[in-house]
């Protein structure tokens, strides 16, 4: 089973900041690996999947990238509306694990 | 639009069930796997299990297999999850969610319905 980590736990800085948040899996599979975004009290949003492909409606300051098992979401400059948990997450035979969350705050 | 609303959360008492329902709309409901996924208030997300277009193909996650069992009426637009033997540790906010990519990822997500496993 795959086991995805993610660093650091919480990301403290300010709006027009550069964030670099990152996933490293337990072992090298596939580069299956999505990011999302999760704000207080709604479900996680989908933004960057296939390691580095934006999703519909997705900003372009953020960008994913990596392979392996070393994966890394940068947001170019951080809007104030950025400030939240992300999560990365990986699939293996439709089974999927999701790491433990970066909390980027002000 | 894609929307999914997510029912049947509660209170229950360790070792009793509860059915949680989804009801879909917006899209060919038999044409997208679906998933439940949990998340306990201030901690992280857990997938569930899934279920594919035709409910032929289902997955758990190892710690719910043989307690909780997921099905889907197509007819219905709607998705299930029937949780058995509650535990204390399956207290969490429950998401049903569209699969993205045939197994890879979610693309959409219900609202959450709350599950507290308590005496």
């Known amino acids: 089973e795959v086991v995805l980590t993610q660093s650091p736990a919480t990301l403290s800085l300010s709006p027009g900041e550069r964030a670099s948040l990152s996933c490293r899996a337990s072992?090298?599979?596939?580069?299956?690996l999505a990011w999302y975004q999760q704000k207080p009290g709604q479900a996680p949003r989908l933004l960057i999947y296939?390691?580095?492909t934006r999703a519909p409606g997705t900003p372009a300051r953020f960008s994913g990238s990596g392979s392996g098992t070393d994966f890394t979401l940068t947001i170019s400059s951080l809007e104030p509306e950025d400030f939240a948990l992300y999560y990365c997450?990986?699939?293996?035979?439709?089974?999927?694990?999701f790491g433990g969350g970066t909390k980027v705050e002000i | 639009q894609v929307h999914l609303v997510d029912s049947g959360g509660g209170v229950v008492q360790p070792g009793r069930s509860l059915r949680l329902s989804c009801a879909a709309s917006?899209?060919?409901?038999?044409?997208?796997?679906m998933h439940w996924v949990r998340q306990v208030p201030g901690k992280g997300v857990e997938w569930v299990g899934v279920i594919n277009h035709d409910g032929g193909n289902i997955l758990y996650a190892d710690s719910v297999k043989g307690r909780f069992t997921i099905s889907r009426d197509n007819s219905r637009n709607t998705l299930y999850l029937q949780m058995n033997s509650l535990r204390g540790e399956d207290t969490a906010l429950y998401y049903c969610?569209?699969?993205?990519?045939?197994?890879?990822?979610?693309?959409?997500w219900g609202q959450g319905t709350l599950v507290t496993v308590s005496s």
């Open positions: 917006g899209f060919p409901f038999n044409v997208f796997g």
């Open positions: 072992q090298s599979g596939n580069n299956y």
């Open positions: 296939d390691a580095s």
């Open positions: 997450q990986q699939c293996t035979d439709w089974r999927l694990t």
């Open positions: 969610a569209r699969d993205y990519g045939v197994g890879k990822y979610i693309d959409y």
